[in-house]
């Protein structure tokens, strides 16, 4: 019974009304396992940082590029540091599992359901840390971007929306395998693969012919060009995908793209979770 005096009180909600207090609890605890040492905040920027900051000035001295080169390269980071981040996420939901108090918070009476969205808001919150991070050294570092306030929106609206979907992935497989060693050998696929071939370093269209077609129905290649159109006035990662005249049709098309990913994988993650909590 230790663990469970450990565990967070929930708040009771009011019959009939609504209440956030239950999740903001929820939320509240996960931080406090996520992020108890600067560490576990900074490790997970060093890739990210590395290419933004050393391999895309090096790539536009080796390649002779112009600095349009460097902010592609150091914007296609973005692509790199979501994925990872919401992938480790999902490994403390297996700590939490194995070791944790999650058997206790789920005999809590509130819906299964908060504890996934719970575990969401924490990994998008530390995420939008790390990518204000991101932008702010590659600023410092020197590499330009040209956004307004529409671009910004965009920019945001694609982050979320994929930062969410991804979430959900790591939520689905973080229930779905038994073992943190199973679900480490599998981040490399789903979090590392899709980076290099969704127009991250190089425009789809470089890309063999077949894997062009397969790029194009990745989320992180919707979600990179929604990126580079609001930051970087770029839309040439649009017309690579829909190949349209019309640039707000083709950001709306891929913003519509990466928000149905987000739904999808934030559904079936608290269905699976809720199936696996019954087991």
Same mark, same amino acid.
């Given at each position: 019974?230790?663990? +469970?005096?450990?565990? %967070? ?11 956030? *207090?239950?999740?903001?609890? +929820?939320?509240?605890?996960?931080? $406090?396992?996520? =992020?108890?040492?600067?560490?576990? +905040?900074?490790?997970? !920027? ?15 001295? =080796? ?11 150091? +914007? ?12 480790? *996420? ?11 108090? $999650? ?14 969205? &719970? ?11 790390? !990518? #204000? ?16 306030? *529409? ?16 979430? &959900?992935? #790591? ?8 073992? $943190? ?58 017309? %690579? ?39």
């Amino acid at each position: 019974m230790t663990s +469970l005096a450990n565990t %967070a009180v929930l708040p009771q909600p009011r019959r009939g009304l609504p209440s956030l *207090a239950p999740l903001v609890t +929820l939320a509240r605890r996960r931080l $406090q396992l996520t =992020a108890r040492t600067p560490r576990e +905040l900074v490790v997970p !920027l060093l890739t990210p940082v590395m290419f933004a900051l050393v391999i895309a000035p090096a790539l536009k001295q =080796a390649l002779h590029t112009d600095g349009h080169y460097e902010s592609y390269v150091a +914007l296609g980071t973005v692509g790199l540091l979501i994925p990872l981040n919401t992938m480790f *996420a999902g490994l403390g939901v297996i700590v939490d599992r194995e070791h944790g108090a $999650q058997r206790e918070l789920l005999a809590a009476p509130v819906p299964r359901a908060l504890l996934v969205l &719970g575990n969401l808001l924490v990994a998008l919150a530390v995420t939008g840390l790390q !990518l #204000a991070v991101l932008i702010g050294a590659a600023l410092a570092r020197g590499i330009h971007f040209s956004a307004s306030t *529409a671009g910004v929106v965009w920019f945001v609206a694609a982050a979320l929306l994929f930062a969410i979907g991804m979430y &959900g992935v #790591a939520e689905t497989l973080a229930n779905r395998v038994p073992k $943190q060693e199973e679900y480490i050998a599998r981040v490399p696929a789903i979090a590392i693969l899709p980076w290099f071939l969704a127009g991250s370093l190089f425009p789809i269209d470089a890309l063999p012919s077949g894997l062009d077609w397969f790029a194009k129905v990745l989320p992180l290649t919707h979600g990179l060009a929604l990126m580079r159109y609001g930051l970087l006035d770029d839309s040439s990662g649009l017309h %690579a995908i829909w190949r349209m005249h019309s640039t707000t049709t083709m950001a709306a098309l891929s913003l519509a793209v990466v928000a149905a990913f987000a739904t999808v994988l934030t559904a079936v993650s608290i269905r699976v979770f809720t199936r696996s909590a019954v087991r």
